[in-house]
């Protein structure tokens, strides 16, 4: 993360980094959703009502698709979005390394 900081302006960063907040707030809502629809009667810590997860999962998406449209913020965005499988990427080969490559203390 400091990488980015030093390559980039706060001003362009921040963007860049909202975008996938908000998408991740948006997968988060969706799996509520799709949680209630795929094991309904399981137990749950706590319930949120429905219409809210939808109302959420729909502005969350729109605050990730409507930059999409503005020139200003359209390459901050899709540079936010494109970093989503590099991380993942880099997530998978750290986990493989370590799971795979050290050596386990006896």
Not at 21 to 49: M, N, Q
């Given at each position: 993360?400091?990488?980015?900081y030093?390559?980039?302006?706060?001003?362009?960063?921040?963007?860049?980094?909202?975008?996938?907040?908000?998408?991740?707030?948006?997968?988060?809502?969706?799996?509520?959703?799709?949680?209630?629809?795929?094991?309904?009667?399981?137990?749950?810590?706590?319930?949120?009502?429905?219409?809210?997860?939808?109302?959420?999962?729909?502005?969350?998406?729109?605050?990730?698709?409507?930059?999409?449209?503005?020139k200003?913020s359209?390459?901050?965005?899709?540079?936010?979005?494109?970093?989503?499988?590099?991380?993942t990427?880099?997530?998978?080969?750290?986990?493989?390394?370590?799971?795979?490559?050290?050596?386990t203390?006896?």
């Amino acid at each position: 993360m400091m990488c980015l900081y030093l390559l980039f302006d706060a001003n362009v960063l921040i963007p860049f980094l909202s975008t996938v907040e908000w998408l991740f707030y948006c997968v988060t809502f969706s799996t509520i959703l799709y949680l209630r629809y795929k094991d309904p009667g399981a137990h749950r810590p706590f319930k949120v009502p429905t219409f809210i997860s939808v109302l959420l999962c729909l502005i969350t998406g729109t605050f990730v698709v409507l930059p999409l449209f503005s020139k200003d913020s359209r390459i901050s965005t899709l540079l936010g979005l494109c970093w989503l499988p590099f991380g993942t990427l880099v997530y998978a080969v750290r986990y493989y390394y370590t799971k795979h490559c050290v050596p386990t203390a006896v």
